[in-house]
């Protein structure tokens, strides 16, 4: 399955484009199915309707757990390292990890959990996170694991979107020096949740916590009740395996839905390929399991190929900004997965951190979330990588469920800041903003997908038409990213950025509607407007044009309580860095925001703001200017 020369690769991506069935099939037989499917693939992108492997029957723990006890049963599925560097690291191994997954997935189906459910985690970066995930899937219930920073309000959204009977969380979290009270956040939550008929509480921080009778039990009552005898569930293909919320440009986070057969295949294939994967080796991935990145490669995609996987509970910079580097040379890591927002934050404590520490395991480094400054990678190839480890610029989605243009570690020649080339099966196509595409090279555009690949989303739940008009409506029979993209003379991507009215923070997607609906919650608030700017470490932050007529004397006091509003409803990942009030927006006759200009001013680019004539008061924008320069 792993290609090893950059000839291998021109020649398989070939086949992938001119015989998709039949390279997709190729790969699937590597894993291991109760049954094969009756048909590889059958599509259309206009209502969407995308399936894969039909008719096949599986379950995805079967290939993460049961498939490697056999050889590999005592080699480390997941090393845990703690936030705290004096305490103990945890080592699983595959016959540890499938014992615990069989027992929790026992505790779900004794606690009323059924093949469909719906099941929440809110759970720290302790390995009981992935048992817990992969519980879930044993039984064929859905998971829906909402990250640890989100707000009880973010949460209930959720859950009730979702409707889901159980939640999974833990008394509490270390993160760095503080602590977060995730049962706390919980029981807000579920003041607005009917659905919630248990909570399985972990104690990790032994922070005391409410027990509600009737709802809340602990987890560790629950494990001794059961034993470690649970035949998994088997599967079709395209049942759902996992909902995962995130934003757009519209208010509300949209639940991306995953179905088991494909995004297995595609998660255990990018990850086996585009980090050069070799037996024994430690793959170190930093993102939380909130997020994409942690399902794909964190849990499924390293577990699904037998590799051991380090799962990281704290932050690279605590206690000091050592950390990260310290765990690398703790563990061996071979092959080091983070974020650009990372790399920046370390590189301005300077080398001084890299002193004596060994980092001579590590082969393969990668970068996901964010574009990277070239200024990052060549500190992360130099300094890090010593110049001699690739480095995987990895582009891709929540949407796309695993990495979609990036290097191939030892095949694909790198350049800074591209994410290189498409992977096999992935035909991107850029085109204007009349959807027309734009051949050749040396060009920009937005980035879209022509044909369909095994990870991608097959809806967003409950709501299909909102799929449809997100993804699927902008461009006929194109799926749409949200990115735009420079191909440059060589035919090697860049992706820039987004093009819709989402913002990039520290590798976090939020929307500029959500910010806003937050803002203008806080009471005295009338409207307001959000936009990205660049943020020399979070890549982008969040600055909010307020119209506040009535703010106190003390502005510091008001912006403090606007963030106290956003971190309420959203959570604090979504906190604008900069408040600027104003009296009035600029708007076009017809009523709209324009964007374009504020972000110019937010930018410092006011030489540029482009035409303004066509606003209903050009009058406010020279107020803005003013104002955004004190
Ligand atoms: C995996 C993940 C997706 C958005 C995406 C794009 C940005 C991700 C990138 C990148 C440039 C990369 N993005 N990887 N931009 N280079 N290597 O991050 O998923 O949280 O859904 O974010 O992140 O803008 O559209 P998600």
Redesign the pocket.
């Given at each position: 399955m792993q290609i090893n020369s950059f000839e291998e690769y021109q020649e398989t991506y070939k086949l992938s484009v001119e015989q998709p069935e039949q390279f997709w099939a190729g790969i699937a037989d590597k894993f291991l199915w109760r049954k094969k499917w009756d048909k590889v693939l059958s599509w259309n992108f206009s209502e969407p309707n995308i399936k894969w492997f039909e008719g096949a029957r599986l379950n995805i723990t079967e290939n993460c757990l049961d498939r490697h006890l056999a050889e590999n049963g005592d080699k480390p599925a997941i090393i845990w390292e703690p936030n705290d560097p004096q305490k103990d690291s945890i080592t699983l191994s595959y016959k540890i990890l499938h014992e615990q997954v069989c027992r929790f997935a026992n505790v779900l189906k004794k606690n009323g959990v059924k093949k469909g459910d719906r099941v929440c985690i809110y759970m720290p970066m302790v390995p009981e996170l992935a048992v817990a995930v992969l519980a879930c899937a044993r039984i064929g219930a859905v998971h829906s694991v909402v990250f640890g920073g989100f707000s009880a309000k973010s949460i209930a959204d959720r859950i009730n979107d979702a409707e889901c009977k159980v939640v999974i969380t833990a008394d509490g979290a270390f993160r760095g020096n503080k602590q977060i009270q995730l049962k706390e956040v919980i029981d807000d939550a579920l003041i607005g949740c009917p659905t919630v008929e248990r909570v399985i509480v972990l104690t990790h921080t032994r922070t005391p916590v409410s027990m509600l009778k009737g709802r809340d039990i602990w987890w560790e009552d629950e494990i001794k009740l059961v034993d470690t005898n649970c035949p998994a569930e088997e599967m079709d293909a395209e049942d759902l395996l996992f909902i995962l919320y995130?934003s757009g440009s519209t208010g509300k986070p949209k639940g991306v839905v995953h179905t088991i057969g494909g995004y297995m295949v595609y998660a255990g294939y990018t990850f086996s390929n585009v980090f050069n994967y070799q037996k024994d080796e430690v793959f170190f991935c930093t993102a939380d399991i909130g997020?994409?990145?942690g399902h794909s490669y964190i849990v499924y995609g390293p577990l699904s190929q037998g590799a051991t996987t380090l799962m990281f509970e704290g932050i690279p910079t605590y206690p000091d900004a050592s950390r990260m580097w310290q765990v690398v040379e703790k563990h061996k890591v071979n092959i080091l997965y983070t974020a650009p927002t990372a790399i920046r934050s370390l590189m301005s404590f300077g080398l001084e951190p890299l002193n004596g520490i060994d980092m001579s395991s590590l082969r393969v480094l990668g970068?996901?979330?964010?574009?990277?400054n070239e200024e990052a990678w060549h500190w992360f190839d130099e300094n890090i990588g010593k110049s001699k480890c690739p480095i995987v610029?990895?582009?891709?989605?929540?949407?796309t469920g695993g990495i979609m243009i990036s290097p191939i570690a030892y095949v694909t020649p790198t350049k800074p800041s591209f994410?290189t080339l498409p992977l096999p099966g992935i035909q991107p196509i850029l085109v204007d903003e009349n959807g027309k595409e734009i051949e050749g090279n040396g060009v920009n555009g937005n980035l879209c997908i022509k044909f369909p690949w095994p990870g991608m989303l097959r809806t967003t739940y409950g709501d299909h038409e909102r799929c449809k008009l997100t993804y699927f409506s902008t461009y006929e029979n194109l799926y749409f990213?949200?990115?735009g993209c420079l191909r440059d003379e060589d035919g090697y991507y860049r992706?820039t950025?987004?093009v819709d009215d989402v913002i990039?923070v520290s590798?976090?997607?939020i929307g500029t509607a959500e910010v806003e609906n937050a803002i203008n919650m806080h009471a005295g608030v009338v409207e307001s407007a959000v936009v990205g700017f660049p943020h020399e470490v979070k890549g982008q932050g969040i600055y909010a044009f307020v119209i506040f007529p009535n703010h106190h004397e003390d502005a510091d006091l008001t912006r403090k309580d606007i963030l106290q509003t956003v971190t309420r409803v959203i959570g604090a990942i979504a906190k604008p860095d900069k408040i600027l009030f104003v009296t009035g927006l600029p708007k076009t006759r017809s009523g709209k925001i324009m964007r374009r200009i504020l972000r110019k001013i937010a930018e410092g680019d006011i030489a540029n703001l482009g035409d303004i004539t066509t606003l209903l008061d050009p009058a406010v924008v020279e107020e803005i200017i003013e104002k955004s320069q004190k």
């Open positions: 995130t997020w994409i990145t970068s996901v979330g964010e574009p990277i610029d990895t582009w891709w989605q929540t949407e994410a990213t949200g990115d992706i950025g987004r990039n590798g976090h997607r």
